[in-house]
């Protein structure tokens, strides 16, 4: 897996977007970006995936940049349930072994 | 449909006791992980089961053994526990592979485990 570097913590407005960035320099061509989030002490959540274009699911957006060496996670109205630490990770599809580190704690203001 | 199931919730064991993590899930996923998350950490790999019979070492196995004991259930044992095995366990399931384009990791919601 790639190295990724996320910010230690980061505050937002609730109903403002929540938008998380991802440092990831030294991907290679096929791997992917994928983003989990992890509430309180519950077991991570998928929320969603991307190569190289843009990706937007029901949960959230993905962009990343052209030349692939960062993206950012957009919460497009950020809830207080959005609460939770952010895990950003680069990796082969197919990849048995997701590494993850120990991601951005996000906290949502009222 | 409950997804990925873990027992117990909550252990606390003596130094040298064993025990068994039990995980179920009812998704029809291949493969299955085993995960441990130490505060302040994030989670590191323990096993994992690429597929029913196969089983592979992760980042952390000392001190591990695991079953794959059929498609559905996937265990993880601790022979001999010791107070570094205090942690809280993830289990996971997913169908990763390059047949399957949108294949997530689905876990458990953890078993909370102190070893004394």
């Known amino acids: 897996d790639a190295k990724t570097t996320q910010p230690t913590s980061m505050d937002c407005a609730e109903g403002r977007a929540a938008n998380l960035p991802c440092n990831h320099s030294t991907i290679s061509g096929n791997e992917y970006v994928y983003w989990y989030r992890q509430i309180h002490s519950q077991g991570p959540q998928y929320i969603i995936h991307g190569l190289k274009n843009n990706e937007t699911n029901e949960m959230a957006s993905l962009i990343i940049t052209e030349d692939r060496k960062s993206s950012t996670l957009i919460l497009p109205h950020a809830t207080l349930r959005d609460t939770a630490v952010y895990y950003c990770i680069a990796s082969n599809f197919g990849n048995e072994k997701l590494t993850f580190g120990t991601g951005t704690r996000l906290t949502i203001i009222p | 449909n409950a997804g990925v199931t873990q027992t117990p919730k909550f252990q606390v064991l003596k130094t040298g006791q064993s025990m068994t993590l039990q995980c179920a899930q009812d998704?029809?996923?291949?493969?299955m992980y085993w995960y441990r998350q130490d505060p302040g950490m994030g989670l590191r790999l323990i096993y994992y089961?690429?597929?029913?019979?196969?089983?592979d070492k992760g980042e952390v196995p000392n001190g591990y053994n695991v079953s794959r004991l059929n498609k559905r259930e996937f265990s993880l044992r601790l022979e001999s526990a010791a107070p570094s095995q205090t942690s809280v366990y993830f289990c996971?399931?997913?169908?990763?592979?390059?047949?399957?384009?949108?294949?997530?990791?689905?876990f458990g919601n953890g078993t909370r485990l102190t070893v004394t």
């Open positions: 998704m029809n996923h291949n493969s």
């Open positions: 996971a399931s997913s169908e990763l592979g390059r047949s399957h384009y949108n294949s997530p990791l689905h």
């Open positions: 089961s690429a597929s029913e019979g196969t089983t």
